[in-house]
């Protein structure tokens, strides 16, 4: 997970000031102090190795799946599943139970799409395409998917008689965990200032997910195994928008700005 953050931290910051570059003048030299063939090896050693992360982390997400649908290991993990539903059922506490119910709001889409709305404008307003394509990649991919594999797996859900809220549709995998972590990495990602990296905004990032995998198990009405390939599928989806927008997306002009570490800031006082 460290790893994790520090790639997405330089992606985000070196992506973030692309921009900038973009609307300068091609007649404006560059400054003396940078070695192109540097900064270009620099790029694509980060490409690659968020390429390698993305890589493991899919394999991560295909194990879990693959275990799902293997009845030696759905076997021990339902007997994990049920183990861990009689915990939350022991530990009930009705000021949790509150606060569950808070995060289980913030993580539905009457939250969420105001949110998705309003950075989508807000992105839009400024000019940043690669961000607003990165943000709406990682919301559009983590619903296709999430939608995908409930439609495939169609597991049940906890017993109704020990739910503490109500809820829809197939239980694998949570939607509250696969939308929430593709949203707040993505989120990070797009709003974090050019020239920081935003680990510590990651670190928020990763536990505001898994206190939302965590409040859904708790109010019983997911399994563990749930919300854990919850968080691990979101994660996948936001690193896979930016990866794509990264990789395939940016112009060369773009490129450079992000290579550089140019900012709209930095260019509005040079002016």
């Known amino acids: 997970m460290r790893h994790l953050i520090v790639i997405l931290g330089h992606a985000s910051s070196g992506e973030r000031a692309i921009r900038a570059v973009g609307s300068r003048s091609v007649s404006k030299p560059l400054p003396s102090h940078i070695d192109p063939d540097v900064e270009f090896g620099h790029v694509r050693e980060t490409h690659h190795r968020f390429a390698v992360i993305l890589l493991w982390w899919l394999i991560a997400v295909s194990a879990s799946l693959l275990a799902m649908a293997i009845d030696p290991s759905r076997e ?15 530990a009930e506490v009705d000021v949790l139970v509150r606060i569950g119910e808070i995060l289980a709001y913030a993580g539905s889409v009457f939250a969420r799409v105001p949110l998705v709305v309003g950075v989508a404008v ?5 000019a940043a395409w690669d961000r607003l394509g990165v943000w709406l990649g990682a919301i559009v991919f983590s619903e296709v ?4 594999l ?17 809820t829809s549709s ?9 939308a929430t972590t593709a949203t707040v990495v993505a989120l990070v990602y797009v709003m974090a200032q050019a020239g920081d990296p935003a680990r510590h905004w990651f670190y928020v ?18 399994w563990l195994s749930d919300v854990t390939v919850g968080v691990v599928v979101g994660t996948a989806t936001a690193m896979a928008s930016v990866w794509l927008v990264e990789r395939h997306t940016i112009p060369i002009s773009r490129a450079i700005q992000s290579m550089f570490g140019w900012s709209d800031r930095s260019e509005s006082a040079e002016r």
């Open 170 to 178: 197939s239980s694998f995998p949570s939607g509250h965990s696969v």
């Open 150 to 166: 409930k439609t495939l797996y169609g597991r049940a859900r906890p017993p109704a008689a020990l739910a503490l809220v109500e």
């Open 122 to 126: 807000w992105l839009g307003r400024r």
């Open 205 to 222: 990032a990763a536990l505001f997910a898994v206190l939302m995998a965590v409040s859904r198990s708790y109010l019983r009405v997911h």
């Open 145 to 148: 998917t999430l939608t995908l």
């Open 76 to 90: 021990f993990i339902d007997r994990v599943d049920r183990a861990w539903l009689s915990v939350m059922v022991d």
